[in-house]
């Protein structure tokens, strides 16, 4: 493994972190617009809702491209020590939450990917074919393996999405209540 380096010293994440970090989000944002819009506002087997698939599934392995590269910075670039004026009982969920928002990410690609090899398609990325990684199953004993992987999917969505909330509500208390301005920590 890469020896971290030391943390900057202007306080900050590494300008390569900041900048996935951000993309990140806006692909995450976009993910969850789309997605809703597919399930519940969008004709189901309309073009519309083909194209919106299309770009779910794009941005969805952008998104697993993105957080390996985010994780190869996190392993490469110490993030900045938290101030010292946050107390333990807000750096722990911090932790917490910061490390569910690596993990669940990456599950819901794995559901995403499932849910359509397991259909008998192909993950394509702009076109280009990805790798089969589930095999496709029919449903003989009653189990339908690509109708749980798109729940699944659809519940680890909407918990990152609380996630979110849950971290940009703690950035909004250390930035106004406890007046720690960490945002400027992960501003570009």
Request: charged content about 15%; glycine content about 6%.
């Amino acid at each position: 493994m890469a020896k971290k380096s030391t943390p900057s010293t202007d306080g900050k994440y590494h300008i390569s972190a900041r900048i996935i970090h951000w993309t990140m989000a806006a692909c995450f944002a976009f993910m969850w617009i789309c997605g809703f819009s597919m399930a519940n506002l969008v004709q189901d087997e309309s073009s519309l809702q083909k194209v919106l698939l299309n770009l779910h599934i794009w941005i969805g392995v952008t998104l697993l491209f993105l957080l390996v590269a985010r994780v190869v910075i996190w392993l490469t670039h110490r993030p900045p020590p938290l101030p010292d004026a946050i107390s333990k009982f807000d750096a722990v969920p911090a932790y917490w939450i910061h490390a569910l928002l690596y993990i669940l990410p990456a599950l819901a690609v794995t559901l995403g990917w499932a849910n359509i090899n397991l259909g008998g398609d192909h993950v394509t990325w702009f076109g280009l074919s990805m790798p089969k990684v589930f095999p496709t199953v029919e449903s003989w004993t009653g189990f339908n393996g690509e109708e749980l992987s798109q729940t699944l999917h659809m519940w680890v969505a909407y918990t990152i999405l609380l996630l979110v909330v849950t971290h940009l509500l703690g950035v909004a208390k250390h930035r106004w209540i406890d007046k720690h301005d960490i945002l400027r920590r992960m501003t570009l």
